[in-house]
């Protein structure tokens, strides 16, 4: 089995800074609240299970091996990420009662699965991780896998609380357009990112 701790400690940075899974989070639950985003938290963190362990037993090593796909997700999960900074950029007061919906499971999902770099940094991890042998040994690659995601769930469930504290302080009409307008351009400027990167 790997050693844990220090996939962990690889772990760390990785899902706690800023990126376009946890802006997405912050600002839905700045918008939302926590409770909202659950449905989103649950599609986004069920795909990246089903991802990871697809790609720890070697399923997935097309997006790897052929650049055009690559390409092409990243120009996709860039303009996903845009138009979510755009819904938030229009939107009106924090948690009013107009159509705004915060996103769904669905919408988790893709944002997962329309982010190239989700699928660098598992097959980095499993790179560094997984114990060398001639085939993967599936009790590792689950293991890997569970505390993947578990830790990108802790990450993006405290992104979505200081959202969410964040939005306490930004309660009046104007304020809260300024925090929309934030969250907005921070995911703009992450969507420019994936492009570029």
Known sequence: MPDTL????????????????????????????PRATLPASLGYHVATWIVTLGI???LFGLVGSAPGLARAMQVAGAAYVLWLALSIARAGVLRDTGPARPM??????????????????????FSQFLPTATAPRID??????????LNNLMA??????????????????????????GFAGMLAAVAVWMLLA
Not at 21 to 26: E, L, S
Not at 157 to 178: C, Y
Request: proline share 4%; aromatic share 12%.
């Open 6 to 33: 220090a996939l962990i400690l690889f772990l760390l940075p990785l899902a706690y800074s800023p990126g376009p899974g946890n802006m997405v989070f912050a600002a839905n639950g700045a918008r939302f609240g």
């Open 56 to 58: 720890g037993i070697g």
């Open 104 to 125: 769904g499971a669905g919408g988790g999902a893709v944002l997962l699965l329309l982010n190239p770099k989700a699928y660098l940094i598992i097959a980095l991890m």
């Open 140 to 149: 590792a690659v689950l293991w890997i896998t569970t505390v993947f995601t």
């Open 156 to 181: 993006f469930t405290a992104w979505t609380v200081l959202g969410d504290r964040l939005a306490r302080l930004f309660r009046a009409d104007r304020s809260a357009r300024r925090l929309n307008l």
